[in-house]
């Protein structure tokens, strides 16, 4: 059974850093190209940015780069998010998910909130 | 990369068809035969309904159909059931291994 598990949210003041973790099970997770999707409250999904099996590309939507870095371990099936410099309108759930062979993202974690305030 | 446009929201009575729109451009929906549609019951994270424009993962009921013409993409609903009250997002690959999403429609089943 595939699961993706999310972690590292919480509340964080404007201005700060924080590192979201996305732990893998069910397949072969190395070969597997993973992204991560936010969504603000009550607003639509946002894709944030994808990286493949090796490490070799990433890529990320135009108005986070920069601030944001996606990384992976695979010895620890392991997906990262590094945000930093964080605003308020980062707030948001923040969900890994795997992209499939047909270029769907066929599963995804729980999501973890990430909230950004004073 | 601006978000692809969609309806607010759509609605029918169950056992009616409804059809949601997913607008782009030719650089994203008019150029990829990668639109894909997720349904998102509140408070869950968002499924997988259609791939590559037309397609169906395994365990998706055939009442979901998808479709595309030029820059415009679109998920059919037929023979709604009160289980498919949902918010719906299309997204399309948008070159280079990025993304978009739409803005999501709210599909009511009355």
């Known amino acids: 059974e595939v699961q993706l598990v999310e972690s590292g949210g919480g509340l964080v003041q404007p201005g700060g850093s924080l590192r979201l973790s996305c732990v893998a099970s069910?397949?072969?997770?190395?070969?597997?190209?993973m992204g991560w999707v936010r969504q603000a409250p009550g607003k639509g999904l946002e894709w944030v940015a994808n990286i493949n099996g090796d490490e070799s590309q990433t890529t990320y939507v135009d108005s986070l780069k920069g601030r944001f870095t996606v990384s992976r371990d695979n010895a620890k099936n392991s997906l990262y998010l590094q945000m930093n410099s964080l605003r308020a309108d980062d707030t948001a759930v923040y969900y890994c998910a795997r992209w499939g062979v047909n270029a769907g993202l066929d599963f995804w974690g729980q999501g973890t909130l990430v909230t950004v305030s004073s | 990369q601006s978000a692809l446009t969609q309806p607010p929201s759509a609605s029918g009575s169950p056992g009616q068809s409804v059809a949601i729109s997913c607008t782009g451009t030719g650089s994203d929906v008019g150029a990829y035969n990668y639109v894909s549609w997720y349904q998102q019951h509140p408070g869950k994270a968002p499924k997988l309904m259609i791939y590559?424009?037309?397609k169906r993962p395994s365990g998706v009921p055939d009442r979901f159909s998808g479709s595309k013409s030029g820059n415009t993409a679109s998920l059919t609903v037929s023979g709604l059931q009160a289980e498919d009250e949902a918010d719906y997002y299309c997204?399309?690959?948008?070159?280079?291994?990025?993304?978009?999403f739409g803005t999501g429609t709210k599909v009511t089943v009355l």
């Open positions: 997204s399309s690959n948008a070159g280079g291994h990025t993304y978009v």
């Open positions: 590559e424009v037309t």
């Open positions: 069910g397949f072969t997770f190395g070969i597997s190209w």
